[in-house]
Structure formats: C-alpha cells, structure tokens
C-alpha cells in the first residue's frame, strides 16, 4: 500500500472519498505544494540524465523537455533547470540546435522546426563554437532527421518560458512548413513526409500559428471544419478524428483550438451544455478519460482546462482530486498515472501541476507558490504576457 496523509491507506482514501458511484466530501484534505521542491528536482533531473527506462521516449524528447520547464516555471522554480542544464543560455543554445533546416529530395518544400532530440546527430569535431561545444550535423537520411509539429510547438513554449527573444526562430520558414502539413481535410500531417494525422497535430499547429502571430498561412475554416468533425453526438465531447469516440484529451486539444483561433463561438450553447455534463461526469475522485475507465493524474489536468476554456472550471470538486492526485506520488517527488504504477514520470507530473495552476487559489495554494495557467497554451500567464509583449515588438518592427 501506498501511504497517504495521516497514514491512511490508498485502498482506505478511495472508500472514504466514495461511496458506490456518487462523490462524497473528502474527510481532510492535502497541501501538494508542500512537495513542490521534491516535484521540480525530480523534473530537473530530466535535463541532465535521460534514464534507462526512457529511452523508448527519445523521439518525444523535447516533449518531455517541455514538461519539465513549463511545470517548474509554473512552480517558480525555472532556476533549477537552469542549474541543471549549467545556465539558462546553454538550455536555450540546445533548444535551437534542434531547429532545423531542410529541402526534401526533390527539393519542392522546405521543412523547417524543431527536430524531437539529437539521437540522429553526430557531433562534428571541426566545428566548435566560441565557448568550444560541438556543433551536430544530421548524420541519417533527411527524411528520418526532419521537423515534427508537435516538437516545434514544445520548443517554442520552452523558449517563451526561459523569456527568449524567439529571434533565432526561423518564424516565416516554420509558417510556410506548417501550412504545407495542412491536409484537404483541414487536419495537419505531423511531419513533412508521411506522417499521423489527427486532432493532437490540429492543436499544434493552431498552437505555432498563435505563438508566431500569423494564422494567415493555414486555412482556418477548414481547420474548425476538421474539429467540429470530430465532435461525437453520443458522447458530446471529440474524439481524435472523426467518428472516434469521445476522449477528454482530445475534447482539450479542439477546444484549446477553437480558443486560440478566437472560435469557440461555433459551438451552440447546447453543445457547451453537453459537452460540460460530460466533461464533469468524468470525476470521480480523480478524472478518467471516457466511462467506464479508471482514473488517472493526466485527466486532472484535460479535463480541468476543457471545462475552464468554456468557463466551468468551478464545477470541477478541487478536495478530491487533490487527494486522489496525493495518492499517486512518488517516493522521489513527481506524480504517477495511477496510486499502483510503477514510477513518476514527468508527463503526469506535467498535469497535475498544470491542473493545480489552472487556478491556485480554487486548489488552496497561493498564487506566489503557484503561477496561475493559460489554459489554452498550458504555460503560466505570467509567460503568455512575454509573448504578448513579442507580438506587440514584431508588429512594430515590420
């Protein structure tokens, strides 16, 4: 058994937050912010070493770069990993070195973004740089060292949560390749060769248009097309792709879509309605993803930002998924996806603390521990406002 507040069991926690299939009113509650320190150590550590039992993660890498600097900017702790890289600047170099820049072999489209890691790199010992670290050159044929979608919108959001400048990012490049991802359907092709399509890949590219203030390159109605396709009658939220079946994760990437298109307004007010009972009826203690499922920490966070993006977040019983998330720690800090997982791992510690900054002071932590959450972007307000401060400086500049 997993050990809770007041030595209480796990098994013994989930009877008294429930009783058959109705929430009832936790007996204590639990401060998780008193382990935020343990929380972005273990994320930090990420940045140095790259364990044994990630290396199935590699080319999710920047991913989970990604999780570790939003969560810990959002517990004001980016001074970590900037310890654990060696310094904020030598982050932000190894960020950029994984932009990219390529012709394909018929040379008719430009691929240009952020690679997910440097595993198909090799460092090139006759180039060196000013303060003598090896430069990399791709090694592997250009069509397996290419950009990804989801790796340039998580490179991006890191770069704005170390406050860069973002004037090394190739802006009009990365534009011209997103719109050359965009399919007849209104979905986006995750690479610039073959490559998944669906609404995880819709949000990423909304995503890099809105960060790089230009959504003139893609078609956006056909964008909204494409989502509201996904949209399940029978469940009332979306699914991955059409006719899939209605998903919490995915109802947050196509509302995170709408929002940062400015069009959410092609939902009808009974669809909200709907969409909202069936976004809370995934609470139990924690939050599953679709019925009959069993909780996990990654839902705190999917379904807390779907119902905040349509302005219900309060409906959401902050005591109980904060129990339920105590119950998922791990015994060096971070969370798990379940109480009985194996180990914590940085994707659900990425959620719990995003859910949590959704809206500190709901979750009973002070906003000065807990930087309060863009919910469409998932990176603290505090850095939105940085970009925001970019937009206003390139509109100047033009």
């Not at 995503?207 to 909204?224: E, G, K």
């Not at 709901?362 to 959450?373: C, Q, T």
């Given at each position: ?22 929430l009832?009113e ?29 290396r ?43 932009q990219?820049?390529?012709?394909d072999?018929?040379?008719d ?120 396709s ?106 798990k ?10 994707l ?6 995003s ?10 932590i ?33």
């Amino acid at each position: 058994m997993t050990p809770v507040a007041n030595g209480a069991t796990v098994d013994n926690a989930h009877t008294n937050l429930h009783s058959g299939d109705h929430l009832v009113e936790p007996s204590e509650d639990v401060q998780l912010s008193d382990t935020f320190l343990s929380d972005a150590r273990f994320l930090s550590f990420f940045l140095t070493l790259w364990p044994e039992r990630l290396r199935s993660l590699e080319l999710q890498k920047l991913a989970v770069i990604f999780f570790t600097i939003s969560s810990c900017a959002s517990m004001n702790m980016l001074n970590l990993c900037h310890k654990a890289a060696g310094s904020r600047q030598k982050l932000i170099d190894w960020l950029y070195m994984l932009q990219i820049e390529n012709h394909d072999d018929e040379g008719d489209k430009l691929d240009w973004g952020f690679r997910p890691s440097e595993w198909l790199m090799i460092p090139n010992e006759k180039s060196k740089s000013s303060e003598g670290s090896k430069t990399f050159l791709p090694c592997i044929s250009r069509c397996y060292d290419g950009s990804h979608l989801t790796m340039t919108h998580a490179a991006l959001l890191s770069l704005i949560c170390l406050e860069d400048d973002l004037e090394r990012v190739k802006r009009e490049e990365i534009l011209k390749s997103v719109a050359q991802m965009q399919q007849k359907s209104g979905c986006f092709s995750c690479t610039m060769h073959e490559g998944e399509e669906d609404v995880r890949f819709v949000y990423a590219a909304v995503a890099i248009c809105f960060i790089l203030n230009d959504f003139s390159r893609i078609d956006t109605d056909r964008v909204v097309h494409f989502i509201l396709s996904c949209l399940n009658p029978a469940g009332g939220a979306f699914g991955q792709r059409p006719a899939g079946e209605a998903h919490a994760g995915c109802t947050y990437l196509a509302l995170a879509s709408l929002k940062l298109m400015g069009r959410l307004d092609v939902l009808s007010e009974e669809q909200k309605s709907q969409m909202v009972t069936w976004l809370v009826s995934r609470q139990l203690r924690g939050f599953n993803g679709r019925p009959s499922k069993d909780e996990d920490t990654c839902y705190f966070f999917w379904t807390g930002a779907s119902l905040s993006i349509l302005g219900f977040y309060y409906l959401v019983d902050h005591k109980a998924a904060r129990m339920f998330a105590s119950t998922c720690k791990g015994g060096s800090g971070g969370f798990k996806k379940t109480a009985d997982a194996g180990e914590a791992d940085p994707l659900h510690t990425h959620c719990v603390i995003s859910a949590l900054a959704l809206d500190p002071e709901a979750n009973a932590i002070s906003p000065e521990l807990l930087l309060p959450l863009h919910d469409a972007l998932d990176i603290p307000q505090k850095y939105y406002l940085h970009l925001k401060q970019l937009h206003a400086s390139w509109c100047t500049n033009q």
